[in-house]
């Protein structure tokens, strides 16, 4: 059975967007079949407008469909990633997870892998919180979480996290980078290649 991967992502400036389309690209050369979705945007377009690399990110990422219900239930495993806010995901994501009372309450999220990764603006600022709070989530749904872990020598290079990837904003999205995301999205499609 094919793997059928909806990596859902919320990114105000880009980098989530960027850590999202580096994931579909590994993920699709480990045979999944990938759908790359965003989440709808909550705050109001004169908020985002006042911000040039807001509105920016927001132009550039028009044509990427939003995350549906039917995309959920499409679906057999998810990657998500969005922005830490104050330890915890950004509210466009927690907004959208909060549309999932339905497809959840007939367990249409239940036995399916999960993966999460996240961003911050320094390196300390609530990324491990943010994953493990989404992660709660994940339990709740009945779906197993599918964390790096330490299972690759390239998340020692690109900080150590084993509970997801995580970005500081700005910084470079170097080879190791790109190689400790990769690793994620293949982990994740080998481990729900195996459930299925």
Known sequence: MTVKLAIIYYSSYGTNHQMASIAAEAAKNAGAEVRLLKVPETAPDDVVASVDAWQAQ?????????????????????LVSAG????VMASQMRAFIDTLGGIWGKGGLANKP????????NAHGGQETTLLSF??????????????????????????????????????????????????????????GKLN
């Not at 927001?58 to 998810?78: G, L, Q, R, S």
């Not at 830490?84 to 330890?87: A, K, M, N, S």
Request: aromatic share 12%; hydrophobic share 35%; net charge negative.
């Open 58 to 78: 927001k132009d550039k990422t028009a044509a990427i469909p939003e995350a549906t219900e039917e995309d959920m239930e499409w679906a057999n495993a998810y």
């Open 84 to 87: 830490t806010r104050f330890g």
């Open 114 to 121: 999960v993966s999460a990764m996240t961003s911050a603006q």
């Open 135 to 192: 992660y709660t989530t994940v339990m709740h749904w009945g779906g197993f979480v599918v964390a790096p872990g330490y299972t690759d020598e390239v998340l020692f290079k690109t900080g150590g996290n084993p509970y997801g990837y995580s970005h500081t904003q700005g910084a470079e999205f170097t080879d190791e980078v790109k190689k400790a995301i990769s690793h994620q999205a293949r982990r994740l499609v080998e481990v729900a």
